[in-house]
């Protein structure tokens, strides 16, 4: 049976550091599929991400699915924000 | 005849000027789609247009597709560059 996707958060770190997590994480024998989550600024991220790990490293995988969506953050002073998100898709064969 | 997309590139302006971008090119009546492109820092910016002016103007709006990729970037200094970019197509019925 496979595994279910491995979900990754891309936050504030450099792309390079959620590139190897997304490396380790498919080179597992059971993992096929990597969803990369990511909020606001860190959406940039996310498609660096994408994009460096299939050029540089893994030429086969594909980007198989990426979608957008809206989400409310609280905030400190009250209240909430809206945020846009994304969700990247990463399969190999 | 139906006129080709309408390409919109996303830069460094607020995104609520792309958002009224939009609605103007899809109020046309022979214009039913959309390209917005960014690079960089911007492909944040682009989602936020595609999110804004589904959820608060345009509900029956779809993003019918989503691509990213790299481009090469030449720099002030010599060489080059690589940066991330995206494609998002806004469809209306």
Same mark, same amino acid.
Request: charged fraction near 30%; avoid cysteine.
């Given at each position: 049976?496979?595994? *279910?996707?491995?979900?990754?958060?891309?936050?504030?770190? @450099? @792309?390079? =550091?959620?590139v190897?997590?997304?490396? !380790?994480? /498919? =080179?597992? @024998?059971?993992?096929?599929?990597?969803?990369?989550?990511?909020?606001?600024?860190?959406?940039? !991220?996310?498609?660096?991400?994408?994009?460096i790990?299939?050029?540089?490293?893994m030429?086969? /995988?594909?980007?198989?699915?990426? !979608?957008?969506?809206?989400?409310?953050?609280?905030? *400190? *002073?009250?209240? !909430?924000?809206?945020?846009?998100?994304?969700?990247?898709? /990463?399969?190999? @064969?």
């Amino acid at each position: 049976m496979s595994k *279910e996707a491995t979900v990754i958060y891309i936050g504030r770190k @450099p @792309p390079m =550091n959620y590139v190897l997590f997304v490396i !380790t994480s /498919l =080179n597992s @024998p059971d993992s096929k599929e990597v969803i990369l989550k990511a909020r606001g600024r860190a959406i940039t !991220t996310a498609v660096d991400v994408a994009e460096i790990t299939r050029r540089r490293f893994m030429k086969e /995988l594909e980007i198989s699915k990426i !979608t957008t969506g809206t989400e409310e953050l609280p905030v *400190e *002073e009250g209240g !909430t924000r809206m945020v846009s998100s994304i969700e990247i898709t /990463l399969t190999r @064969p």
